[in-house]
Structures are given as C-alpha cells and as structure tokens.
C-alpha cells in the first residue's frame, strides 16, 4: 500500500487522529479534539459522569496505530527543526526563498489533505490562458505540494524501516513535481 493511501485510511477510516487527540500538542492534528480528551478534561474539573459503564479506549487496527504515532514524532520533530535539512530539498530558487519567509506546517497539511483524500491544488504555470494567478502564489501551490510529497516520503521510510508493521508501505504513487511531467494531466471529473 502507499503511503498516501495508508494515510488516508489512518485518518478518514479508522479516525487515529481524534482517538489520540487528547493533549494540546496533538489536538491542532484534529479540529475538535477527540472524545477521550473531553472526558479527560472534565475529570480534571472534578466532575461525575453518571451512567457511563466501562469507557474503553478506542477500538483501532494496530498498524494504523503505530502509522498515526509516527506522524505525531515526525510532527514533533516538524516543531522542533530537526526535519529542516529532510524537507524541501533540491527547490527552485525563489521557492526556496518562499519556503523560508512563509510559515509551513507540513505534518498538518499532509493530515488535512488526507482527510480530504486530495492532494493540495497546484497552479500548473507556464502559458496562463484562464488563471490570473500571479508567480507567487504559483510557487506557493507548488511548493506546498511539494512539501506534502516530502513528508509522506519520509513518514514512507520510517515506516518501512518497522518490524512491526504488518503491511508494505511504500513510497507515494503520486508525482513530486506533476507539472514536469510530459503526460496530460486529467481532472479526476474528466
């Protein structure tokens, strides 16, 4: 399986993002929070559930599990730079440049655009016949895309390096840099 496919499968159908959403580090992964860091919040105020039974933990596939808590450490390391000279390499000049003046959650779009099950939208350049995109927010589409593929790359090599992982993850099946490619690209309504 691919790694933007297990993503995918992680975050849309066995929902590891809310289950593990019980702390501040890893809520921003999940609008809303999960179930689990509600009911944690309110024993930290003390307060009695009356007629809740046994609460058990979320009911996930072990392999989306260790493939969820790897993308909580590659955000970790995300926030802390220890990623910087993994992400982003062999850019254009002036998206180089873009990279470092914008600030860039890579961890965070990759999820989003999992749960959408679309990679972000890029302007394809060149001749602009109906888009009156300037180059810079050409570049900035780019280059979030190409941050995206980085980070599924790398989350695809940490999870092949697991013994204990019970599917082949490889790397994504995707294009890094689709606008170079010489095939006509078609819309997936086409």
């Not at 993002?17 to 003390?46: Q, Y």
């Not at 190409?146 to 599917?167: E, F, K, P, V, Y």
């Not at 490889?170 to 170079?180: Q, S």
Request: charged share 25%.
């Amino acid at each position: 399986m691919d790694v933007w496919s297990a993503l995918q499968w992680v975050v849309r159908d066995q929902k590891a993002d809310k289950a593990f959403a019980a702390n501040d580090e890893t809520r921003m992964l999940s609008p809303g929070g999960s179930v689990t860091g509600a009911m944690a919040r309110i024993g930290e105020l003390r307060a009695r559930i009356d007629g809740g039974g046994i609460i058990r933990g979320a009911d996930l596939d072990a392999d989306a599990e260790l493939i969820w808590m790897n993308v909580l450490m590659l955000d970790h390391e995300w926030r802390n730079g220890a990623l910087a000279g993994m992400i982003g390499n062999d850019l254009p000049g002036r998206m180089a440049g873009y990279m470092a003046a914008c600030r860039v959650e890579p961890v965070r779009d990759m999820v989003n655009a999992a749960r959408s099950g679309d990679m972000p939208f890029w302007y394809p350049g060149g001749v602009r016949v109906h888009s009156a995109a300037t180059r810079r927010e050409v570049e900035e589409s780019r280059l979030e895309y190409i941050m995206i593929w980085d980070m599924l790359s790398l989350l695809a090599t940490r999870l092949g390096q697991s013994t204990r992982l019970g599917i082949v993850i490889e790397l994504p099946a995707i294009a890094r840099l689709p606008w170079n490619s010489r095939k006509k690209m078609f819309d997936k309504c086409g």
